[in-house]
């Protein structure tokens, strides 16, 4: 079974912190990305990457930056948090089939509160 | 706590009911196609895909129907259970991309 762990379920921060949200993966997958999800406007990919120290923007990067130093991390990095970014943060890997789709595994979510 | 469902569109049924949720796809390039189920408070959960060179796909109680014609995907649960209560939704992705583009979502409420 595919495994997607985040370094923590509900965090609070305080506007102007700098945030890091961790993501592992345990099945040697060459993509990672991260969402966010807020009620009414679904899944919005933020990052993604296809392999270590690539990253790619996705439809929302703004306030956010990415770090892929290993194949099995990849960390979203809010560097000033603002509450705008209250939301709830998936993780998700994927194994790269070329020019086959195939399915994103989610971590279980890290919810985000900005005061 | 606040949920995603919310401003959902919410399909309620009974149990033992058979349950039928769509999802209207964008891209007559889509070529790949998965239905997610999302619990509250955790994170999306894969279900069932379909690609494009087929029109059905089974799985265990659940069937994905595929109709190009009309761009559309349907999700067919038999036998509903309390335990499906949740949110569904579907992705589409466009071969050689990595990225997925996924749908709003509809909620299933089952009752006992």
């Known amino acids: 079974d595919v495994k997607v762990t985040q370094s923590s379920r509900y965090l609070v921060k305080r506007t102007g912190e700098k945030v890091f949200l961790e993501c592992v993966q345990d099945?040697?997958?060459?993509?990672m990305f991260w969402y966010r999800q807020d009620p009414g406007l679904g899944l919005r990919l933020i990052y993604f990457s296809y392999d270590v120290k690539m990253k790619e923007k996705g439809d929302i990067p703004e306030g956010y930056s990415v770090s892929r130093e290993k194949k099995e991390r990849f960390s979203l990095i809010l560097e000033s948090a603002s509450t705008n970014q209250t939301s709830m943060y998936l993780c998700?890997?994927?194994?790269?089939?070329?020019?086959?789709?195939?399915?994103?595994?989610f971590g279980p979510g890290t919810r985000l509160l900005v005061l | 706590g606040e949920s995603v469902g919310l401003h959902l569109p919410t399909l309620s049924v009974q149990e033992g009911d058979n349950s039928i949720i769509n999802c209207a796809y964008s891209?007559?390039?889509?070529?790949?196609f998965i239905w997610y189920k999302q619990e509250s408070g955790k994170g999306p959960q894969f279900i069932i895909d379909i690609r494009s060179n087929m029109d059905k796909r089974q799985g265990q109680r659940v069937t994905v129907l595929l109709n190009k014609t009309v761009k559309h995907l349907s999700l067919q649960i038999a036998a509903t259970q309390p335990g499906d209560s949740a949110v569904y939704f579907c992705a589409e992705n466009i071969g050689g991309y990595s990225t997925l583009t996924f749908g709003k979502g509809t909620m299933l409420l089952v009752s006992p």
């Open positions: 998700a890997s994927s194994l790269s089939l070329g020019h086959l789709g195939e399915t994103q595994y």
């Open positions: 891209n007559s390039a889509s070529d790949y």
């Open positions: 099945m040697d997958h060459e993509n």
